[in-house]
């Protein structure tokens, strides 16, 4: 798969776009919304009421959705690019560092459980 060479300025306008597209469908789904509102107003139907106050429910629901899943995954891809990875020798060296660390607090640990071991046999 070949890299495209895509400009900053082409990125911004691809973006406004994207923000434009979603605040022109939050836009709808609001009048969606409003347009409930004032049927639920007129209506007296106790039935009809709760159908709409449902419905004007999930519309908020869907209109808080929106974009949310395009910025979480655009995101993570921010992220790592940020990530700094260790080359070679760093990766040998931390994982030395690790397991020295280990066997220093294995030992330690063993020759404490050893003295209280040995003190408990001298009491009794």
């Known amino acids: 798969m070949a ?5 900053k300025a082409d990125l911004k306008h691809a973006k406004k776009i994207e923000k ?8 709808k789904i609001e009048e969606k ?11 007296k ?5 709760r159908e ?5 429910r999930d519309l908020k629901e869907t209109r808080a ?3 949310k899943k395009d910025t979480y995954f655009s995101e993570i891809k921010a992220e790592m690019k940020m990530v700094r990875w260790p ?4 990766l040998v060296k931390y994982s030395l560092a690790c397991l020295i660390f280990v066997a220093f607090f294995a030992l330690f640990f063993f020759g404490l459980d050893a003295l209280f071991a040995l003190v408990k046999d001298l009491i009794k």
Do not use: F, H, Q, V
């Not at 890299?3 to 400009?7: C, F, G, Q, R």
């Not at 139907?45 to 009421?49: A, L, Q, T």
């Open 87 to 90: 080359n070679k020798t760093e």
């Open 33 to 43: 919304i409003d347009g409930k509102i004032a049927e639920l107003k007129k209506t």
């Open 52 to 56: 709409l106050k449902k419905e004007i």
């Open 45 to 49: 139907d106790k039935g009809e009421k």
């Open 3 to 7: 890299k495209k060479n895509i400009s």
């Open 65 to 67: 959705n929106i974009g």
């Open 20 to 27: 434009e597209a979603i605040l022109n469908e939050k836009r």
